[in-house]
């Protein structure tokens, strides 16, 4: 996710801070050290997070856009210049604006602040409770302001090193950005769950087979130089660093099994399937930026042996020279996916499902036609009604009953006089079965019921 450093430069701002008989600095200077130590650590090892730097007091002003140049973002810091008074509101409306016009939307942001303690926690927890809040601890001095960035440092940007395993071939990697434990809401006692650092290859599958299935996160994955003069993630400087490194880039002169597994499911056109942690399992693929450059990504399922359906479990997969019959055939014409279930699933019965406003007036307007027709459809009238009154009581749409109840009852009133009396009967019939199962009492408003033709001396 990108950053946004919010730098207040406000009149407090400064204000001096004595440090014991040392030289006087001003608060300014004590933001300005705390970004400084920031930015040279993402340089070194958080080097693809794109950061942004504003500036606040009465007004805001983007001062550097998005980049991962870090020598602008320092650079800008030491041009600052003092304003007039603090408003947090008018900042906080600027790094909505910057983010959503680079961004969109959708996307996260680390965002921390700290002054105004309990509005910034009720802002928090506005947000949706994503987020914490770092105060330095002790007097105001450039070690608590170390200490307190170092906190930072250590919880949101230390990078993630794992080795990924296949078979006896090895590679270290560095995960962009940090995995973030998953909790499954489902589980009796929710725990949180950590991708290991040590990912293992557990087969690799075709694209087709896969198609896009739903993941949690989404991550890039690069390999980890290992020469005699260089020991880090990559070799290039931050300037160039401004477009995201390619493999063979981050990976130096030396044989690199990522790079090699990189090219391969690019070519091949496959993903791997990965563990990453007890039954919990995601899938590395080549992923195009431009006609010329792409990435190896690595996609996050859903914690569980079985994260998409239609392959069955992860663990029953196997390779296919040990399948009695080439499961795609001789001639690739054939699929063994999707695994089908031994237990006919629930969803694979008739049932109503009502995802557009448009779907449920189909099935209304449906009824109504049927009544208009009256005796002749009587049969067709009563399965329609039936099939609508389930479903609206599946839903608890109880306001749906009473509605059709009373346009059954205006088509009752609108009935010509050239229309079979059988008719009346059965629209006020089925409108009061309606009524009485919109009140949901037990009695009428069970499931397995189904309203059943009014019987009539003119009935049949």
Known sequence: MPTVVLMDVSLSMTRPVSLDGIEEFQRKNLAVHGLNMLFEHMASNYRLEFTSLMAFSSLWELLVPFTRDYNALQEALSNLEDYDKTCVEAALNGVSNVVQQEWGSACPCQLQMTDAMDNLEELLRLSGGDGQIFTMEGPLCMKSVQTMFGKLIDLVYSPFHAVLHCGNLSSDVQVFPRPEPVVMDEEVEPMPRTVSTDLEIVGFIEIADIASPPVISRHLVLPIAVNKDVDEVGTGTTDELEEEPSASQMAG??????????????????????????????????????????????????????????????????????????PYGEDDSKSPFPVQPQVKRSYAQNVTVWIKASGLQTDVQKILRNARKLPDKTQTFYKELNRLRKAALAFGFWELLKGVADLLERECTMLPDSAHPDAAFQLSHAAQQLKLASTGDSQYAAFDHNIVPMHTDFSS
Request: net charge negative.
């Open 253 to 326: 002169k030396s044989p690199n099994f990522c790079v090699l597994l990189h090219g391969s499911l690019k070519v091949e056109g496959m993903v791997a399937l990965v563990q990453l942690g007890p039954e919990w399992y995601g899938m590395l693929y080549s992923q195009a930026d431009s006609k010329k450059k792409s990435n190896l990504m690595m996609s996050l399922f859903d914690p569980g042996p079985e994260p998409l359906p239609w392959l069955g479990k992860i663990s029953h997969l196997g390779p296919i020279s040990e399948a009695a019959d080439n």
